[in-house]
């Protein structure tokens, strides 16, 4: 098989930005290692009303209820969305070892069933418990739901009816069959707190017209950030703030040059 | 002990830069032999991985079900033998005739299908009550939002929009086609560029919350 170079298969510009961002990473990251790059990510409510809805749901002896988006699966273009999502599992999954709120995670609806979801978070569930000093008391907390997406859907609303929980995150990359669950959420009276980066912001809105309080577009991808506040995880936020302005800049300029009959960064950005 | 945990550690994110690289390798310059060769076989792994993960899946749900049968929750027990019984019979049918059997055609068409339509259709009005109950203004920003879905709501999905004001229409369509087009472009790039910034991360072994070991 001959070997075909990315500038002849047309991915000029895509494969320059993908080494600019491998290389900017690897240098910020440093930096920030080293203490000499430092950033500041602002307070998302979303992010605080997590503990707050932990906090309320064990006040009320009622459950914290958790859900994997229908539309990620970790061999899709969703994967970061998932691993995000797996981050925020992790954190409220420690925060109700913390408290002592019992805690409902439902798993399904993606491609391929869910299934391959399934033992990643079972084994988050089981860490976090396990370093919470409460093993063996995660019985009865992952559920199977259904593997097509409106099953799945109607699953999470049937359980958030009989369950009556006190909190509702579903903060992953869901597709329509988050409205199911955060109606519910509505209905219990529960706090719901929905995040999620579709591309193109497809869902969105809805989480913004059905949940509480919401995390949507890059907001969701600070999750990490704000999780850890380790000065690594923070540069790569920074660093895809810096690329935005970067595109914005491109973008503004390439306008520019065009009407005055220069369209070189067209071109470049046109080479794939 | 250490190195357990070391190991548990780095070992996941060494597979993980090792398959990524490939990957990517394999999408900017076809034809290398350490990748193109490779790719294939890290896609049938994902296949085998998704493969031993699906009947894990089946047997919980099973398990969880016969614990309601067992435990004869009230109102729930009846349901689960029901489910358990469809799921030996689409098993069956799956295993015997494939998903072509007449069985497995008719329990999807007239069973499963007017269900799961009937779950798509409350969507909309979900939807639609949702949209009201956030209807307020309460910022200038919120204002701006209800001023252009009204126009949306007037021009293109009432018809009664463009009896009271025929310019509703063209309104509607120009917001629909520039300012919204524009702001899903927002959205487009600042999601794109997020979430290859965490694959980078990711690869790099930067973002590891998700899979930390205690110590």
């Known amino acids: 098989m001959a070997i075909v170079p990315f500038w002849l298969q047309g991915r000029t510009a895509s494969s320059i930005m993908t080494i ?15 203490g000499k790059f430092k950033t500041h990510i602002r307070e998302l409510p979303a992010y605080d009303a997590i503990e707050e809805g932990i906090g309320r749901a064990t006040e009320m002896n009622r459950p914290v209820f958790w859900a994997t988006g229908d539309k990620g699966t970790l061999f899709n273009e969703l994967a970061p969305h998932v691993l995000t999502s797996f981050a925020g599992l992790r954190y409220i999954s420690e925060l109700c070892v913390k408290y002592g709120a019992k805690q409902i995670v439902c798993v399904g609806g993606t491609k391929g069933g869910g299934a391959d979801l399934l033992p990643y978070v079972q084994a988050i569930i089981d860490e976090a418990y396990t370093a919470g000093g409460k093993p063996g008391e995660t019985e009865g907390i992952v559920r199977y739901i259904a593997s097509e997406g409106s099953a799945y859907g109607a699953g999470l609303q049937g359980t958030i009816t009989r369950e009556n929980p006190a909190a509702v995150m579903i ?27 579709r591309y193109g912001g497809s869902m969105d809105h809805h989480y913004v017209a059905f949940c509480d309080y919401w995390m949507i577009c890059d907001e969701y991808f600070t999750f990490g950030a704000l999780l850890t506040h380790e000065p690594a995880t923070e540069a790569g936020i920074a660093i895809g703030d810096y690329t935005k302005w970067v595109l914005i800049a491109l973008t ?7 009407q005055l009959g ?8 046109s080479m794939g | ?5 070391h190991l548990r550690r780095t070992l996941p994110l060494l597979i993980t830069l090792i398959a990524g690289v490939l990957i990517i390798l394999d999408f900017f310059v076809s034809g290398l032999p350490v990748s193109s060769q490779s790719v294939p076989i890290l896609s049938k792994w994902a296949t085998i991985i998704w493969g031993f993960a699906m009947p894990y899946s089946v047997l919980t749900l099973v398990i969880d079900h016969l614990k309601i049968i067992k435990k004869q929750t009230p109102g729930r027990w009846y349901y689960s033998i029901w489910m358990l019984v469809l799921i030996a019979l689409m098993l069956y049918q799956g295993f015997t005739e494939g998903t072509g059997g007449d069985l497995y055609t008719e329990l999807f068409t007239y069973m499963a299908a007017p269900v799961l339509s009937t ?6 009005l979900y939807a639609l009550a949702a949209s009201f109950r956030v209807w307020h203004a309460r910022t200038p920003e919120a204002l701006t939002m209800i001023i252009a879905g009204y126009l949306v709501v007037l021009g293109i999905i009432a018809p009664i929009g463009e009896i009271i004001w025929p310019g509703f ?21 600042g999601t794109s560029v997020s979430a290859i910034l965490l694959g980078i991360r990711t690869l790099l072994g930067y973002e590891t919350y998700y899979m930390r070991v205690e110590d």
């Open chain 2, 1 to 5: 002990m250490a190195t357990r945990i």
């Open chain 1, 171 to 197: 903060i992953a990359p869901f597709g329509d069959n988050m409205i199911p669950p955060a109606e519910a959420a509505g209905r219990v009276g529960a706090i719901s707190i929905g995040g999620g980066a």
């Open chain 2, 169 to 189: 229409g063209p309104l509607a369509n120009f917001f629909n086609d520039y300012v919204f087009k524009a702001e899903r472009t927002v959205f487009y790039i």
């Open chain 1, 262 to 269: 220069m369209p070189f960064i067209k071109n470049f950005l």
């Open chain 2, 119 to 124: 779950v798509s259709g409350m969507l909309g």
């Open chain 1, 252 to 258: 503004a300029l390439g306008f520019l040059f065009l």
């Open chain 1, 20 to 34: 600019l961002l491998f290389l900017f990473t690897v240098y910020l990251t440093s930096q920030a290692r080293k």
